[in-house]
Nanobody, 115 residues
Framework: VQLQASGGGVVQAGGSLRLSCTAS????????MGWYRQAPGKQRESVAH???????VYSDSVKGRFAISRDIAENTVYLQMNGLKPEDTGVYYC??????????WGQGTQVTVSS
């Protein structure tokens, strides 16, 4: 499967952005799709994922501010990011993964939040 991400940009603190990630085919039922991010000099960290069941998981740092959703027909996942903070700055990568393996990574999209 190939992933195409879009939607990054530059925004002031408190602003919003929406990221999109479209898969080239339907995601298998035992996989989840979502986002990681990597800030300069830091390790890549999980941000949010959505299961094929529709259940979601978020990192503590984005709970209440970010919302992940999906369009099943379009094989697309969205990450609505509200209340952005400078510490949200980084390259955001979408991926498809299971508990045991990563199926695919998309290209990164830069998110920059200015203070």
């Amino acid at each position: 499967v190939q992933l195409q991400a879009s939607g990054g940009g530059v925004v002031q603190a408190g602003g919003s952005l929406r990221l999109s990630c479209t898969a080239s085919r339907t995601i298998p039922s035992n996989y989840r799709m979502g986002w990681y991010r990597q800030a300069p000099g830091k390790q890549r960290e999980s941000v949010a994922h959505i299961m094929t069941s529709g259940s979601t998981v978020y990192s503590d740092s984005v709970k209440g501010r970010f919302a992940i959703s999906r369009d099943i027909a379009e094989n697309t996942v969205y990450l609505q990011m509200n209340g952005l903070k400078p510490e949200d700055t980084g390259v955001y990568y979408c991926n498809v993964e299971s508990s045991y393996t990563i199926l695919a990574w998309g290209q990164g999209t830069q998110v920059t939040v200015s203070s």
